[in-house]
T-cell receptor, first 112, second 115 residues
């Protein structure tokens, strides 16, 4: 176990809806990164949060947004869901002073 | 050209054999390299990281890095059926001690170890 917890574990939404995914980082870790993993693919970087600010973003549209809270936990919000958003969403935490990332169990999102 | 490529696979080896997993990357500025193992339906689990050219050994696992050839590999000695999983290569352009650590992953290699 990495100590990174994500909720919920599974989620089913319909196209056009909005979703919020949550992540609690490992104790002592102040940096949270989010990844999207489609079936049969490697994870793709969405964005990273450090000290409550976005600290790097991948090639994802603005309808993917996030937050980091003072306790270093984080949320990923996706608006106007599309069928292609169906994927495993992974949260990873790390120390700002080091780049080793540890993943949570993920949230599997299905968009119908 | 994809940034991180893992082209060989799926890979099937008999129990007790050496499994060799390969990965190439395109960004010459890459400084940190990681191997994650992912069981079906689970999240990636870090098994090795390497920053310097050469070999790094941890138990049955050896990571090999050649920055001149932009090549990183993972050797698994005495392969066990429990090693059957997808192995993801990940690369970070940032330094080992820095923030802004975006990982770029390959699509993974599926390893099957036959009893």
């Amino acid at each position: 176990e990495t100590g990174v917890t994500q909720s919920p574990t599974h989620l089913i939404k319909t196209r056009g809806q909005q979703v919020t995914l949550r992540c609690s980082s490992q104790s002592g870790h102040n940096t949270v990164s989010w990844y999207q993993q489609a079936l049969g693919q490697g994870p793709q970087f969405i964005f990273q949060y450090y000290r409550e600010e976005e600290n790097g973003r991948g090639n994802f549209p603005p309808r993917f947004s996030g937050l980091q809270f003072p306790n270093y936990s984080s949320e990923l919000n996706v608006n106007a869901l599309e069928l292609d958003d169906s994927a495993l969403y992974l949260c990873a935490s790390s120390l700002a002073q080091g780049n080793i990332q540890y993943f949570g169990a993920g949230t599997r999102l299905s968009v119908l | 050209q994809k940034e991180v490529e893992q082209n060989s696979g799926p890979l099937s080896v008999p129990e007790g054999a050496i499994a060799s997993l390969n990965c190439t990357y395109s960004d010459r500025g890459s400084q940190s390299f990681f191997w994650y193992r992912q069981y079906s339906g689970k999240s990636p689990e870090l098994i090795m990281f390497i920053y310097s050219n050469g070999d790094k050994e941890d138990g049955r696992f050896t990571a090999q890095l050649n920055k001149a050839s932009q090549y990183v590999s993972l050797l698994i000695r005495d392969s066990q059926p429990s090693d059957s999983a997808t192995y993801l290569c990940a690369v970070n352009v940032g330094p080992p001690s820095g923030a802004n650590s975006k990982l770029t992953f390959g699509k993974g290699i599926t390893l099957s170890v036959r009893p």
